[in-house]
Protein backbone atom coordinates (compact mmCIF):
# COMPACT_ATOMS: atom_id res chain seq x y z
CA UNK A 1 0.00 0.00 0.00
CA UNK A 2 1.44 3.64 -0.58
CA UNK A 3 -0.01 6.29 0.83
CA UNK A 4 -2.93 7.58 -1.22
CA UNK A 5 -4.33 3.49 -0.61
CA UNK A 6 -4.44 3.30 3.01
CA UNK A 7 -6.81 4.56 5.57
CA UNK A 8 -6.12 8.06 6.61
CA UNK A 9 -4.12 7.83 10.10
CA UNK A 10 -6.77 9.42 12.47
CA UNK A 11 -4.22 8.63 15.31
CA UNK A 12 -1.89 10.83 13.59
CA UNK A 13 -4.28 13.47 13.49
CA UNK A 14 -5.69 12.94 16.95
CA UNK A 15 -1.89 13.68 17.40
CA UNK A 16 -1.79 16.86 15.19
CA UNK A 17 -5.23 18.50 16.71
CA UNK A 18 -3.60 18.76 19.77
CA UNK A 19 -6.65 18.93 21.95
CA UNK A 20 -8.80 21.01 19.97
CA UNK A 21 -12.76 21.09 20.22
CA UNK A 22 -13.25 19.91 16.07
CA UNK A 23 -12.27 16.52 16.05
CA UNK A 24 -12.08 15.58 19.52
CA UNK A 25 -14.13 12.94 18.59
CA UNK A 26 -13.84 11.36 15.47
CA UNK A 27 -15.64 8.05 14.21
CA UNK A 28 -13.88 6.76 11.36
CA UNK A 29 -15.60 4.43 8.26
CA UNK A 30 -14.20 2.94 5.51
CA UNK A 31 -17.15 2.57 3.91
CA UNK A 32 -20.55 4.29 4.76
CA UNK A 33 -23.95 5.54 2.96
CA UNK A 34 -23.39 9.07 4.21
CA UNK A 35 -21.09 11.22 6.74
CA UNK A 36 -23.65 13.74 6.42
CA UNK A 37 -26.13 11.19 7.30
CA UNK A 38 -24.28 9.24 10.09
CA UNK A 39 -23.18 13.09 11.47
CA UNK A 40 -27.30 13.69 11.56
CA UNK A 41 -28.05 10.59 13.56
CA UNK A 42 -25.03 11.18 16.32
CA UNK A 43 -26.21 14.70 16.58
CA UNK A 44 -30.07 13.65 16.99
CA UNK A 45 -27.96 11.59 20.16
CA UNK A 46 -26.60 14.21 21.26
CA UNK A 47 -23.03 14.07 20.09
CA UNK A 48 -21.16 17.07 21.45
CA UNK A 49 -20.40 20.05 19.01
CA UNK A 50 -16.96 19.47 16.87
CA UNK A 51 -17.87 15.55 16.81
CA UNK A 52 -16.12 14.00 13.40
CA UNK A 53 -17.33 11.43 10.94
CA UNK A 54 -14.70 10.39 8.19
CA UNK A 55 -15.23 7.87 5.55
CA UNK A 56 -12.61 6.61 2.78
CA UNK A 57 -15.56 5.41 0.60
CA UNK A 58 -19.40 6.46 0.57
CA UNK A 59 -22.09 4.98 -1.03
CA UNK A 60 -24.48 7.82 -1.19
CA UNK A 61 -22.42 10.80 -0.92
CA UNK A 62 -24.99 13.66 -1.22
CA UNK A 63 -24.15 16.67 -3.27
CA UNK A 64 -26.17 19.89 -3.18
CA UNK A 65 -29.44 19.92 -4.75
CA UNK A 66 -30.36 16.36 -4.66
CA UNK A 67 -26.76 15.68 -6.86
CA UNK A 68 -24.60 12.66 -5.81
CA UNK A 69 -21.01 13.44 -4.81
CA UNK A 70 -18.30 10.89 -5.96
CA UNK A 71 -15.00 10.42 -4.42
CA UNK A 72 -12.63 7.82 -5.00
CA UNK A 73 -11.55 6.11 -1.67
CA UNK A 74 -7.77 6.65 0.35
CA UNK A 75 -7.38 9.67 -2.37
CA UNK A 76 -9.75 12.40 -1.14
CA UNK A 77 -11.54 13.93 2.25
CA UNK A 78 -14.64 13.30 2.71
CA UNK A 79 -16.19 14.08 6.24
CA UNK A 80 -18.84 16.01 8.46
CA UNK A 81 -18.22 17.89 11.45
CA UNK A 82 -21.35 18.31 14.34
CA UNK A 83 -21.92 22.41 15.08
CA UNK A 84 -23.91 23.43 17.60
CA UNK A 85 -23.77 27.03 17.16
CA UNK A 86 -25.38 29.98 19.25
CA UNK A 87 -26.96 32.04 16.15
CA UNK A 88 -30.14 32.29 14.83
CA UNK A 89 -31.56 30.42 12.31
CA UNK A 90 -31.13 32.95 9.38
CA UNK A 91 -27.25 32.05 9.63
CA UNK A 92 -28.22 28.69 7.44
CA UNK A 93 -27.54 30.65 4.56
CA UNK A 94 -24.17 31.83 6.15
CA UNK A 95 -22.47 29.33 7.15
CA UNK A 96 -21.79 27.79 4.39
CA UNK A 97 -19.40 30.78 3.34
CA UNK A 98 -17.69 30.60 6.47
CA UNK A 99 -17.15 27.39 5.79
CA UNK A 100 -16.08 27.92 2.73
CA UNK A 101 -13.78 30.72 3.46
CA UNK A 102 -12.31 28.81 5.98
CA UNK A 103 -11.45 25.44 4.04
CA UNK A 104 -9.70 27.98 1.46
CA UNK A 105 -7.78 28.89 3.86
CA UNK A 106 -6.40 26.00 5.01
CA UNK A 107 -5.90 24.95 1.23
CA UNK A 108 -4.14 27.43 0.36
CA UNK A 109 -1.94 27.07 3.85
CA UNK A 110 -0.96 23.84 2.91
CA UNK A 111 -0.53 23.76 -1.02
CA UNK A 112 0.12 27.45 -1.57
CA UNK A 113 -2.46 27.18 -4.41
CA UNK A 114 -5.42 29.87 -5.02
CA UNK A 115 -8.30 29.27 -4.16
CA UNK A 116 -11.64 30.65 -5.11
CA UNK A 117 -15.25 30.62 -3.84
CA UNK A 118 -18.00 29.97 -6.00
CA UNK A 119 -21.41 31.16 -4.34
CA UNK A 120 -23.11 29.40 -2.70
CA UNK A 121 -20.99 26.55 -1.75
CA UNK A 122 -18.06 25.75 -4.31
CA UNK A 123 -14.39 26.07 -4.22
CA UNK A 124 -12.63 26.25 -7.10
CA UNK A 125 -9.28 26.16 -8.30
CA UNK A 126 -8.13 26.97 -11.96
CA UNK A 127 -11.67 27.76 -12.92
CA UNK A 128 -12.49 24.07 -11.80
CA UNK A 129 -14.67 22.84 -8.68
CA UNK A 130 -11.97 21.55 -6.22
CA UNK A 131 -14.20 21.34 -3.32
CA UNK A 132 -17.93 21.50 -2.11
CA UNK A 133 -19.52 21.62 1.06
CA UNK A 134 -23.54 20.45 2.31
CA UNK A 135 -24.79 22.07 5.11
CA UNK A 136 -27.57 20.17 7.16
CA UNK A 137 -29.55 21.59 9.57
CA UNK A 138 -32.41 20.70 12.37
CA UNK A 139 -34.01 23.76 14.29
CA UNK A 140 -35.24 23.84 17.75
CA UNK A 141 -38.06 26.24 19.53
CA UNK A 142 -35.65 28.71 20.26
CA UNK A 143 -33.35 28.15 17.08
CA UNK A 144 -30.64 26.47 15.85
CA UNK A 145 -30.60 23.09 17.40
CA UNK A 146 -27.31 21.37 14.93
CA UNK A 147 -25.70 21.86 12.36
CA UNK A 148 -24.33 19.45 10.49
CA UNK A 149 -21.39 20.67 7.98
CA UNK A 150 -20.27 18.27 5.45
CA UNK A 151 -16.68 18.76 3.29
CA UNK A 152 -15.66 16.88 -0.06
CA UNK A 153 -12.14 17.65 -1.23
CA UNK A 154 -11.05 16.89 -3.86
CA UNK A 155 -7.18 16.05 -2.38
CA UNK A 156 -5.27 13.25 -4.24
CA UNK A 157 -7.86 12.01 -7.08
CA UNK A 158 -6.43 12.35 -10.53
CA UNK A 159 -9.17 11.58 -12.64
CA UNK A 160 -12.59 11.56 -12.75
CA UNK A 161 -16.06 10.33 -14.20
CA UNK A 162 -17.04 11.61 -17.77
CA UNK A 163 -19.96 13.86 -16.58
CA UNK A 164 -17.73 15.89 -14.18
CA UNK A 165 -14.06 15.43 -15.72
CA UNK A 166 -14.22 18.96 -17.74
CA UNK A 167 -15.41 20.88 -14.54
CA UNK A 168 -13.40 18.75 -11.54
CA UNK A 169 -9.86 19.12 -10.31
CA UNK A 170 -8.07 18.55 -7.25
CA UNK A 171 -5.38 19.74 -5.37
CA UNK A 172 -2.84 17.10 -6.50
CA UNK A 173 -3.45 17.90 -10.10
CA UNK A 174 -3.48 21.82 -9.33
CA UNK A 175 0.00 21.67 -7.30
CA UNK A 176 1.64 18.75 -9.42
CA UNK A 177 2.69 16.88 -6.17
CA UNK A 178 0.62 14.50 -4.09
CA UNK A 179 -0.81 15.96 -0.74
CA UNK A 180 -0.93 14.61 3.01
CA UNK A 181 -4.35 14.08 3.71
CA UNK A 182 -3.82 14.18 7.82
CA UNK A 183 -2.30 17.54 7.40
CA UNK A 184 -4.36 19.02 5.27
CA UNK A 185 -7.43 17.65 7.48
CA UNK A 186 -5.91 19.27 10.46
CA UNK A 187 -5.63 22.68 9.26
CA UNK A 188 -8.96 22.61 7.75
CA UNK A 189 -10.04 21.90 11.26
CA UNK A 190 -8.25 24.52 12.56
CA UNK A 191 -9.41 27.06 10.30
CA UNK A 192 -13.22 26.18 10.96
CA UNK A 193 -12.64 26.36 14.48
CA UNK A 194 -10.94 29.76 14.43
CA UNK A 195 -13.43 31.28 12.40
CA UNK A 196 -16.61 29.35 14.05
CA UNK A 197 -15.30 30.95 17.22
CA UNK A 198 -15.11 34.81 15.53
CA UNK A 199 -19.10 34.16 14.12
CA UNK A 200 -20.50 32.65 17.11
CA UNK A 201 -18.94 35.89 19.24
CA UNK A 202 -19.28 38.77 16.48
CA UNK A 203 -21.61 37.56 13.73
CA UNK A 204 -20.76 37.37 9.96
CA UNK A 205 -19.97 40.81 9.54
CA UNK A 206 -16.47 40.35 8.92
CA UNK A 207 -16.33 37.13 7.41
CA UNK A 208 -18.85 38.60 4.51
CA UNK A 209 -15.49 40.70 3.67
CA UNK A 210 -13.47 37.69 3.41
CA UNK A 211 -15.74 35.12 1.04
CA UNK A 212 -15.67 38.20 -1.49
CA UNK A 213 -12.56 38.94 -1.49
CA UNK A 214 -12.29 34.88 -2.88
CA UNK A 215 -14.31 35.35 -5.49
CA UNK A 216 -14.51 36.50 -9.04
CA UNK A 217 -18.22 36.50 -9.33
CA UNK A 218 -18.44 40.35 -8.70
CA UNK A 219 -19.59 42.20 -11.69
CA UNK A 220 -19.62 39.00 -13.95
CA UNK A 221 -22.89 37.96 -15.93
CA UNK A 222 -23.96 34.67 -14.60
CA UNK A 223 -27.31 32.21 -14.45
CA UNK A 224 -28.78 31.03 -11.74
CA UNK A 225 -31.34 27.94 -12.01
CA UNK A 226 -33.70 27.25 -9.09
CA UNK A 227 -36.32 24.90 -9.07
CA UNK A 228 -36.51 24.82 -13.05
CA UNK A 229 -36.75 28.16 -13.62
CA UNK A 230 -33.24 29.93 -14.93
CA UNK A 231 -32.45 33.74 -13.91
CA UNK A 232 -29.72 36.01 -15.54
CA UNK A 233 -28.03 38.52 -14.35
CA UNK A 234 -24.74 40.83 -13.16
CA UNK A 235 -23.35 39.77 -9.89
CA UNK A 236 -23.61 43.12 -7.58
CA UNK A 237 -22.63 41.23 -3.96
CA UNK A 238 -24.09 39.34 -1.01
CA UNK A 239 -26.69 40.25 1.09
CA UNK A 240 -25.66 40.75 5.33
CA UNK A 241 -27.94 37.40 5.19
CA UNK A 242 -25.49 35.73 2.50
CA UNK A 243 -27.76 35.50 -0.29
CA UNK A 244 -26.45 37.01 -4.22
CA UNK A 245 -27.70 40.12 -5.09
CA UNK A 246 -28.26 40.32 -9.17
CA UNK A 247 -28.82 42.85 -11.45
CA UNK A 248 -31.36 41.13 -13.70
CA UNK A 249 -32.17 43.70 -16.53
CA UNK A 250 -32.55 46.55 -13.96
CA UNK A 251 -34.39 45.06 -11.55
CA UNK A 252 -32.55 44.26 -8.11
CA UNK A 253 -32.92 40.00 -7.18
CA UNK A 254 -31.80 38.68 -3.77
CA UNK A 255 -31.35 34.86 -4.16
CA UNK A 256 -31.05 32.46 -1.21
CA UNK A 257 -30.58 29.40 -3.65
CA UNK A 258 -29.64 27.94 -6.50
CA UNK A 259 -27.06 26.18 -9.25
CA UNK A 260 -24.56 28.76 -10.67
CA UNK A 261 -23.13 29.23 -13.89
CA UNK A 262 -20.55 31.66 -14.43
CA UNK A 263 -21.13 33.09 -18.31
CA UNK A 264 -18.35 33.87 -20.34
CA UNK A 265 -15.75 31.93 -18.66
C1 LIG B 1 -21.71 19.90 -3.33
O1 LIG B 1 -20.75 20.48 -3.84
O2 LIG B 1 -22.73 19.64 -3.98
C2 LIG B 1 -21.62 19.50 -1.89
C3 LIG B 1 -20.78 18.27 -1.73
C4 LIG B 1 -20.65 17.81 -0.29
C5 LIG B 1 -20.01 16.44 -0.20
C6 LIG B 1 -19.68 16.06 1.20
S1 LIG B 1 -18.65 14.62 1.26
C7 LIG B 1 -18.89 14.50 2.98
C8 LIG B 1 -20.32 14.87 3.27
N1 LIG B 1 -21.18 13.70 3.21
C9 LIG B 1 -22.03 13.76 2.19
O3 LIG B 1 -22.87 12.89 1.91
N2 LIG B 1 -21.86 14.91 1.52
C10 LIG B 1 -20.85 15.74 2.12
Same mark, same amino acid.
Given at each position: ????????????????????????????? !?????????????????? !???????? !??????????????????? !????????LRPTLPPEALNLLPLYAAVAVAEAIEHETGLSVECKWPNDLLIGGRKSAGILLEGSLKEEGLDYVVLGIGVNVNQTTFPEDISASATSLRVQAGKEIDRVRLLREILKTLEIHYAAINKKGFHDLIPLWLSRTRMLNREISVTQDGTVLSGIVKGLSPEGALILDAGGTEKTLFAGDVTILGS
Open positions: MNSTSSLLDTVALKKKLNGRKFGSKIFTF !EKIDSTNNCARALAGCWA !EEGTLVLA !EMQTAGKGRMGRSWQANPY !ENLTFSLI
